[in-house]
């Protein structure tokens, strides 16, 4: 072929020769399940009443014979077939009903289709020996009797061709063979209506057998319409109601759950508790690592907490790092903490993310019924706030609503609505706390503090208001006044005087929130130089992304960046690495035992150290004791904040304390 692909022609099918077609119309259909099994389903009706026509034809004829034709034919062979046809019948009638294999129906109808063409062969050879003792009463008598046998068998048959086929072709074709060669007109007559009538059933019965097989076709394309509408309808329901990534009830299956469990233990009074998971360090993975990464870490952690979650438990995913739990079954309050420690327990487990390990842990706060809420939407709202409480002030731990979570959130929505209503530009003011340099012990900075003084509800502080305002949508307009109000305080000051100003996560979350801060700078007249704008690690591990565009729109102006409360979340040194920070500040609750404390002295030690190698600048937050400070100044920190030098001031008390401020000066408050 010199190393060329030769290309054959395709060769077409043969189409079976019109002899084999003819052939076919006599045998059963085996190629088709289920056109197999609809005609045994109709056979097993129609052949009890087929073997009950041939029974009384049998005893007709031999009545009509009994005086007439030898006893053999007028009685044994009648009975003969009367047996025979009884047994049938009984066989038959005993099938009605049951529930048979494809193989076995095909063998019935294989057993049916021979046993036709046996039985009228028989019939009609006995009808022809028979036919010629009889006188033209007898003989009109077994031509009626056989055709009208003929007709009904014929009909009884219909759904299975080939068995109807052999007998119109067994007993019509001979029998009007048969009329025509007695040379009589009146049977050549009936001969060839015979024929006629024959030829008339043939084309009725090839319809009806294609109707009949069109129909089964039918059948079996709408069930698999009807098989594919509840594939789509299961994949509807599962899209719906199931989580994409995880296969775990998603929000809506959730709350469908939830409203379905209140509603029966409303009836029963039976106790069953909610429950809210909170991935705590999931972001910093995701944002890390990538989505892939975290799409993982989330299917594992669903994982092991599906594998905890016994039959009373329902476990969904509402969103996020945010999963769901219904627990029935009259729990205790000692069962849902120690639910919660299994499950806070299984979530701290380290996730393989390839050449290294992830490590997170849960926040997890539950509500119960009747005890939290009597409606369903109450009773997640509690859930909700206990988690709240469990990620602000027991972080990695679980949370159980109480009557004094519901004090609180009374006084929240006290606070909230005071808040809705209060002229912030008159009740919020700004204090100022000193930040001392630990090497020569001057005045640097001052951290500007925020305070409300409300007219109904007295002086709140900021660890009360803030968190509610962040929680309404209130924080931006705070913040904007905080800022303004600072900055006009920094501007009575000497040049080198810096101020740091405390920046919430949603201030910087969206693009308008770091436009109104950069306004706030442009329009104060201080040069953004001396700003230090602390953010949280919240800030950061919420959405890092927008929170590094943040961060350079603010260094582009000028501005410097500290992190605030270091070591407290779930920042990574990776993040730290990557946002262009000017300070880090040391969390109080590292320094308040540091005299007193190893681990703590230990960890201060670790983390100035971080911030020389990284050419940070540190800041130690909450001194308090001579100790502290002489500890801290030992280690080599930057910069010290505390009471140890003085409590928060108002505005017109801090050129008084830079008036005196000298090298050294200490105020211990």
Request: hydrophobic residues 45%; neutral net charge; proline residues 4%.
């Amino acid at each position: 072929m010199n190393g060329r692909f030769v290309r054959r022609p395709q060769v077409e099918p043969l189409s079976p020769s019109p002899f084999v077609r003819l052939i076919n119309l006599f045998r059963v259909q085996s190629d088709n399940t289920e056109l197999v099994r609809a005609q045994f389903d109709a056979l097993s009706k129609q052949l009890p009443l087929l073997y009950l026509i041939l029974a009384s034809t049998s005893i007709a004829i031999g009545i009509t014979y009994h005086d007439i034709a030898p006893v053999w034919l007028s009685l044994y062979i009648p009975a003969g077939f009367f047996m025979i046809c009884a047994v049938r019948l009984w066989v038959w009638f005993r099938r009605r009903g049951k529930t048979v294999s494809d193989e076995q129906a095909l063998k019935h109808l294989k057993l049916t289709n021979l046993l036709a063409s046996l039985l009228t062969a028989s019939y009609t050879t006995y009808g022809l020996i028979i036919y010629q003792y009889g006188d033209a009463y007898a003989q009109s008598a077994v031509a009626f009797c056989l055709a009208l046998t003929v007709i009904g068998c014929i009909f009884c048959l219909m759904s299975l061709r080939s068995a109807a086929l052999s007998v119109i072709l067994i007993a019509n074709a001979p029998f009007s063979i048969f009329l025509l060669m007695q040379g009589h007109t009146a049977l050549r007559a009936v001969a060839i209506n015979l024929a006629i009538v024959s030829i008339a059933m043939v084309f009725i019965l090839m319809v009806y057998y294609r109707e009949f097989a069109n129909m089964v076709q039918s059948r079996k394309d709408l069930i698999c319409k009807q098989a594919e509408t509840e594939r789509l309808s299961d994949d509807n329901f599962r899209i719906a109601n199931l989580d994409s990534l995880t296969d775990l009830p998603n929000r809506r299956r959730f709350f469908a759950a939830l409203t379905l469990t209140f509603e029966i233990c409303h009836k029963s009074g039976d106790r069953f508790a909610i429950g809210i998971v909170d991935l705590d360090g999931f972001k910093p993975v995701n944002d890390t690592y990538g989505h892939a990464t975290g799409d993982r870490v989330l299917v594992e952690a669903g994982r092991r907490l599906q594998d905890l979650c016994g039959a009373n438990i329902i476990l969904s995913r509402l969103g996020g790092d945010e999963f769901g739990l219904i627990v029935t079954g009259n729990p205790s309050d000692e069962d849902l903490m120690a639910l919660g420690k299994k499950l806070g327990d299984v979530v701290r487990l380290p996730y393989d993310i390839g050449a290294s390990h992830a490590q997170i842990s849960a926040c997890i706060g539950f509500a119960t019924f009747p005890d939290s809420a009597n409606t369903p939407d109450g009773l997640f709202e509690r859930a909700d706030y206990a988690l709240y409480y469990a990620k602000r002030h027991l972080r990695g731990q679980t949370v159980l609503f109480s009557q004094a979570h519901e004090k609180l959130i009374h006084e929240h929505s006290v606070v909230e609505q005071a808040l809705q209503a209060a002229d912030l530009e008159c009740e919020l003011s700004v204090v100022y706390q000193p930040i001392v340099d630990a090497r020569t012990g001057r005045i640097a900075a001052f951290e500007a503090l925020a305070r409300w003084q409300s007219p109904f509800l007295g002086a709140i502080g900021p660890d009360r208001f803030i968190p509610i305002a962040e929680r309404a949508g209130l924080i931006r307009p705070m913040t904007k006044i905080l800022i303004q109000k600072a900055l006009r305080a920094a501007a009575t000051w000497p040049d080198q005087m810096r101020i740091s100003i405390n920046l919430s996560a949603q201030d910087i979350a969206v693009a308008e929130g770091v436009v109104q801060i950069i306004a706030c700078v442009n329009q104060s007249g201080v040069d953004p130089k001396r700003i230090d704008f602390e953010i949280t690690e919240t800030s950061i591990t919420s959405d890092f992304i927008q929170a590094r565009r943040a961060i350079d729109a603010l260094k582009a102006l000028g501005c410097g960046i500290s992190l605030d409360d270091f070591g407290t979340g779930y920042s990574s040194l990776s993040h730290v690495h990557k946002l262009p920070l000017d300070k880090i500040k040391v969390d109080k609750s590292f320094i308040s035992d540091i005299d007193t404390n190893p681990a703590s002295f230990k960890i201060v030690r670790s983390l100035i150290v971080l911030c020389q190698d990284m050419g940070l600048t540190c800041v130690m937050e909450g001194v308090e004791t001579e100790a502290q400070y002489e500890i801290l100044s030992e280690l080599g920190g930057d910069y010290i904040q505390g009471w140890y030098f003085s409590k928060p001031m108002s505005a017109d008390l801090v050129l008084r304390y830079m008036e005196q401020d000298q090298p050294d000066r200490r105020q211990k408050a």
